[in-house]
């Protein structure tokens, strides 16, 4: 199985050119940025993790911005939003940007998406909490359109555009892989409906474990007339044991992501050779 390694990049963090060749360098496939704007000081939505909304989710750069400089600084890594929140971003200026990046990478970017968490961070971007599936699906399918088309035009209930000039179109075609994150089993339709892959989340819907979600997945895509093997899994944040990787890789998962933590150079290093070191035996 390729591995990653997701981080949010801060301003005290390693720097994500500085990462991007630590992990080249050690075999890695893929890094990945998540993203929030901002965190508003109200509460609508509680932390899916419980508590306090970590630092790191305040300070958390751009992720276009980091990946960029991750790509420049590396031959072969991909780079990938881990997750992009897309509910919250202008189709037209985010479809630059993927192509832009893509274009930069030599076709290196992965479009991981989600829709987002915080009803108060939405509705400061004009988003209604109640329609931010629509929403992300609107502007994924506008996007898909600006990247596959030379006169692209778009008309939905949120999403609305007359034929258009613009480029660049991305490297990869059609396009870069849509990456759909989210909790089982909302996201698995959404990711069957228009997305290229799948990272599962197991907190809800009774389930515990990645693998338990993944047959389930399967049927479900061949029940809607997708191939189940042209929709690839990444499974985010795993437990580091051997037999857990071999029921994954059994099971046919593309990709496993590592979570790495906001710190310098000198403590993230060690942890990528620990993470290193156990994908190779995983792999083995």
């Not at 600084?73 to 780079?79: E, F, G, H, I, S």
């Not at 968490?117 to 609107?138: C, I, M, P, S, T």
């Not at 059609?174 to 759909?180: A, D, K, T």
């Amino acid at each position: 199985m390729k591995s990653g390694v997701s981080m949010f990049f801060t301003d005290y963090s390693i720097a994500p050119g500085a990462l991007g060749q630590a992990l080249e360098q050690r075999g890695f496939e893929s890094v990945w940025a998540p993203e929030h704007s901002h965190i508003p000081l109200s509460r609508k939505s509680p932390f899916p993790g419980g508590g306090d909304v970590p630092k790191k989710y305040y300070d958390a750069m751009d992720p276009f911005v980091t990946l960029t400089a991750a790509a420049a600084a590396t031959k072969t890594l991909k780079v990938g939003t881990g997750v992009c929140l897309v509910a919250q971003r202008d189709p037209i200026q985010t479809a630059k940007l993927v192509a832009s990046i893509d274009q930069v990478s030599g076709g290196r970017f992965l479009f991981g998406i989600g829709n987002g968490w915080n009803q108060d961070e939405l509705e400061d971007h004009g988003v209604k909490f109640a329609d931010r599936h629509k929403v992300a699906r609107e502007r994924v399918e506008a996007m898909k359109a600006i990247w596959t088309q030379n006169k692209p035009e778009y008309h939905g209930e949120f999403v609305n555009f007359d034929p258009m000039m613009t480029w660049p179109k991305p490297v990869q075609k059609p396009h870069p892989p849509v990456i759909v994150g989210g909790a089982f089993p909302y996201s698995a339709r959404r990711a069957i409906r228009y997305g290229d892959g799948w990272i599962p989340q197991a907190a809800r819907g009774g389930y515990k474990e990645i693998g338990d979600l993944i047959p389930e997945f399967r049927k479900m895509a061949t029940e809607a007339g997708r191939n189940p093997d042209e929709i690839a899994i990444t499974v985010w944040f795993p437990r580091r044991e051997l037999d857990l990787m071999k029921r994954y890789a059994d099971m046919g998962v593309e990709r496993v992501v590592f979570n790495v933590e906001s710190e310098g150079a000198d403590k993230v290093l060690p942890v990528l050779d620990e993470i290193a070191a156990f994908m190779a035996k995983a792999n083995g």
